[in-house]
């Protein structure tokens, strides 16, 4: 170890030098081989960070065909091997290494989506190092926001970060901005190049797919690392996926100064000339809308009333682009209120305190024609929504029918998740299986594969369950009776694991009733113990689209109780992960490169569930983007929700149930639900957007509700 190192210091001939590069990250992925030499790791990343920041390794001879660039590239892929031993190292060696893949981004083309990747791992190995340094990581992102071949890697490290609040939580309030900037950006780049193109999406060839599930001691030609392969759909989706996140990652009492930037910057304006905000917007600023001001968790309807149903009346309307629908107890004013949106469904209760008469009060006859009332719905709906001041007719709100066709409509609405959901299989590999029947039938695992399935979420009982299970059975327990879930404010992620599932070799020998589940999943995990390389044909599916391969490597605690500092020439106690995982992400032949673990990645215990959560929620997005290339494009929840809404106001605008009947309406022919056009006034124009009235050239000030809250 030392004389390799001592070659690395000091690099005199290139034959044994590039030898050294090309083979040493796959070495050190041996952890047992290593963990024990704390202090010579140590040296080596010292080694390596110092020639990368000096620029002052080995350059490869003319009649290679090489250039510096691509001996960069190396001694990046073994710095980023290096990162899972980062515990043995001192908080001057961590900066270091954080330092000088942040000096990579800016430095070497050839390597900037490797040190990319390289900061994504650290966030989760290294979270406080990175947060030290993440202005500059941002600045400097924003730096290359026009490479458009890296927007899919800067996009992906967002959505880890906004997911690791201790490598952000030191965050300066005002690179917010910088972070919403570069999402925005992609937005409008992506929608550019979908506008301009039937088929942006570029799929490769297998000759590099085979190039890129190779590890680095294929050699350092160019394949890796260097993709142009650009997918303006998956960054769009994206993009606006990590704005979501980032939003929420705000502290409650600055939410609201974002609201009008982002506002103004999500508006755009068509080939006309017409400002528009398309729907993935729409449903941004109603997530906005619900949460600016709001940091509690999801609602329930309360159970409020002790009287019967016949005591309750009942009223909706459509509100803007939500659903308002008020219950009133009739006689004691008592009222459930729920309020759908696109992004959310809140539920509350309100009711009116009422004195009691004085003495000398006559009384106050009840002349209701259907039993004794002293309110109704309509009352409470007036206190919250209105005033006398007069309201333009196209806006007022629609009172709904209380009729089949509308109770239908709301049961749909409410039936659409106000979650993405994403599904996983999680699939365990004993030694020496490579046979799927095998395979599947295992009903247990390892204890290592146990610790994944306790991070990666929660263990839920599938019978009666209320959530989206993702196929698996809620009633009779024919998929097993508990399943991992995981779940965050706007994401939801299901887990089929076929060790928890029912096993029965004989009426099920094929283990069809697991296949059909972890068969018909985009990703699947694979935990893979059986001392064999994992072939991604091993499971025959069309829909399995990309595999995390992962593998572990057990370290005797004996072996590796001291650990050296960088100020400190004695060794120093520090506590050692027990688990040490190889992850790596394969693809079917149709799929391009999206992950920062398409090379074998080295990550500790502890950093393994949420690093491999992170890569199943971006690799299921880009499948479901992905499976509708063809025609179409995947529809969010979110944007499900809202298309229900918008259909109501298309069936009940200008009708007999509106105040607008007979009112020829304002913008689109869908916004009017068909009547014609129609602007008042000479000296005012404007149209109806989003279920609201825009004045004309004033969309941003008619959307920001931050400005009169």
Known sequence: ??????????????????????????????????????????????????????????????????????????????????????????????????????????????????????????????????????????????????????????????????????????????????????????????????????????????????????????????????????????????????????????????????????????????????????????????????????DLGETVKPSVFSSSEEHVSKKLWLVGMSIISIETELTSGLTRIIKRQASGTTCTTYQQHTAALPAHHVAIPDRSTTGPTAICPQHVFLQLNSTISPMPIPIQPIALPDDDQCKRAIAAFDRIDTVDGHKAGVIYLAKGQTDEIEILANTSGSEAFDLLLAGLGTKVPLQGATFNTQGLDRENNNDGSETIAWRDRVTEIVFHVPTMMPTDLEHDPQCANKKRHTGNDFVNIIFNESGLPFRFDTFASAYNYVNIVITPEKVKTERCTLAYHDDASVPAPLPTPEYFFSVQVQYDASIPDISPAALATIVSGPSLPGYVRQLVLNASVFSLVWSNRGGGEHISSWRSRLGEIRRLRQRYANTGTSANEGYPGMGTAEDRGGAKSYVEGDDWKGTLAMGGLAEEGQLLMNLDFTRWT
Request: proline share 4%; charged share 15%; net charge positive.
């Open 1 to 294: 170890m030392d004389l390799l190192i001592s070659i690395l210091e000091v690099p005199n001939d290139w034959e044994v030098y590039s030898y050294i590069l090309i083979r040493l990250p796959s070495q050190l992925a041996n952890v047992p081989l290593f963990v024990q030499n704390g202090h010579q790791l140590s040296r080596l990343c010292g080694a390596v960070v110092l020639h990368l920041e000096q620029n002052s390794f080995l350059g490869p001879p003319a009649s290679t065909g090489l250039k510096r660039g691509d001996v960069a590239y190396c001694l990046y892929i073994t710095l980023t091997t290096l990162i899972a031993y980062s515990g043995w190292f001192g908080a001057v060696r961590t900066q270091g290494m954080v330092n000088v893949f942040l000096f990579g981004i800016g430095k070497w083309d050839r390597a900037v989506k490797c040190c990319i990747h390289a900061l994504s791992l650290c966030c989760y190995e290294m979270p406080r190092v990175v947060s030290k340094s993440l202005p500059s990581i941002l600045t400097k992102m924003s730096q290359i926001i026009s490479q458009s071949y890296v927007a899919m890697d800067i996009l992906e490290f967002l959505a880890r970060l906004a997911r690791q609040p201790l490598a952000h939580q030191s965050l300066p309030p005002d690179y917010m901005r910088l972070i919403f900037g570069i999402c925005i950006k992609h937005v409008q780049n992506s929608r550019e190049k979908r506008q301009t193109t039937n088929d942006a999406v570029v799929a490769p060839d297998n000759a590099r797919i085979s190039n890129r599930l190779s590890s680095v001691s294929g050699g350092m030609g160019p394949s890796a690392g260097t993709s142009k392969t650009e997918l303006p759909e998956y960054v769009y989706t994206l993009a606006y996926h990590v704005m979501t996140h980032w939003f929420l990652a705000i502290n409650i009492d600055r939410r609201a100064d974002h609201v009008g930037w982002i506002t103004k910057n999500l508006i755009w304006k068509d080939r006309h000339g017409v400002e528009v905000v398309e729907e993935q917007s729409q449903v941004t600023l109603d997530m906005m809308h619900r949460t600016a001001y709001l």
